[in-house]
């Protein structure tokens, strides 16, 4: 037998080597935990056991992250990332399709694919807003709604999140970006048991490295996901240095104000060719892609509709200013 007939034909993702250089591409924070914080955690963890299992639930780091959101801890849940969480929504209910918006973030069509659900596209239109879904939903859907939206950076408007709810149809509303955007839709938790919302650690919170995201959502819907979730899925360490860092909010809010100060800056240089962005990263239409990464500065190179842009990570005030000078000589070699 031969196992290459055997394997299902998916195609993956692809994501290469980290190379050398200045890293404004996977839109992490540039901001590591500083040594006598990172000192003080891992002393705490030299006394964890190891051999142990993890809590099957991790229950006081989710009571921490619902302190956090403003909502009782039965509404929320951890996962490996929020990337995670997403095979697991699409698990939760029996749906017809799941609606996406391009241009938007890629994982929720590769797990929707490899769960085997049928996607419906209905692209943003010229301002990346998401559009109008009543007249497209007679299926039962599962609506992903990316806000602040990556890869383009802006906000999706409030009106419309709720639109997307009267339907009665499921919404995940992934807030991945969130902090840096200072606005959020979680309230609408309280009033629409079909909304769940992903956030993930990964961003403002600096914990890229652990792999911890959670998502808000009806106490029905956080059982049901509870139920079918692998057991003992979240490592110990990860749980343990999650629930120190909210002891840092402070901090984190201060990396948050930096990062948002120096996208402005960065926009305000490149605003005809950048997008308004309330996130950590900015989407700029020039072809600058393989120009940065031969000067070792690596962005995300887009495609399908946003061909020939580049979308940016904001990186420390160093590194950006490299970017900048990078760029403003892209653009007067362009001239010539
Ligand atoms: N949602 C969005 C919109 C993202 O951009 C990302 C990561 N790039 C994620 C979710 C996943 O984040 P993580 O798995 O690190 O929590």
């Not at 929320?76 to 969480?85: F, H, K, M, P, Y």
């Not at 999140?161 to 606005?183: K, Q, T």
Request: proline share 4%; glycine share 6%.
């Amino acid at each position: 037998m031969k196992i290459a007939d055997r394997l299902k034909n998916f195609e993956g993702y692809g994501c290469g080597p980290r190379e050398e250089g200045i890293h404004l591409d996977k839109n992490e924070t540039p901001f590591g935990l500083p040594n006598d914080i990172k000192d003080d955690i891992f002393e705490e963890l030299r006394e964890t056991q190891l051999n142990r299992y993890p809590p099957l639930i991790p229950e006081t780091l989710e009571k921490k992250i619902a302190d956090y959101v403003g909502c009782s801890t039965e509404k929320i849940s951890v996962g490996n990332g929020s990337d995670a969480l997403l095979p697991l929504l699409f698990e939760l209910f029996d749906a017809d399709q799941v609606v996406l918006n391009p241009t938007t973030f890629s994982m929720y069509s590769f797990y929707a694919k490899r769960k085997g659900l049928e996607i419906n596209e209905i692209p943003l239109d010229e301002n990346f807003v998401i559009p109008s879904y009543l007249d497209v939903l007679e299926k039962r859907s599962i609506i992903c709604i990316c806000s602040p939206n990556n890869p383009t950076g802006n906000r999706q408007p409030r009106d419309q999140i709720i639109e997307a709810l009267e339907s009665e149809n499921i919404v995940i509303l992934d807030e991945a970006y969130v902090e840096f955007s200072r606005e959020s839709n979680i309230d609408l938790i309280e009033k629409y048991d079909n909304l769940i919302v992903l956030r993930t650690l990964s961003k403002a919170f600096g914990l890229a490295g652990l792999r911890i995201g959670y998502c808000v959502g009806s106490v029905e819907m956080m059982e049901y996901l509870n139920k079918i979730r692998s057991p003992f899925s979240q490592d110990i360490l990860s749980i343990k240095i999650a629930e120190r860092l909210f002891e840092y909010t402070e901090m984190i809010e201060n990396n948050v104000k930096k990062i948002v100060d120096e996208r402005d800056r960065i926009f305000k240089r490149f605003k005809d060719h950048a997008y308004p962005s309330q996130s950590n990263f900015i989407l700029i239409d020039l072809d600058a892609y393989e120009y940065l990464r031969d000067r070792g500065i690596h962005v995300r190179k887009m495609g399908g509709r946003l061909e020939g842009m580049i979308r940016v990570t904001v990186g420390k005030e160093e590194e950006n200013d490299e970017l900048i000078s990078e760029l403003e000589r892209f653009i007067e070699g362009s001239k010539r």
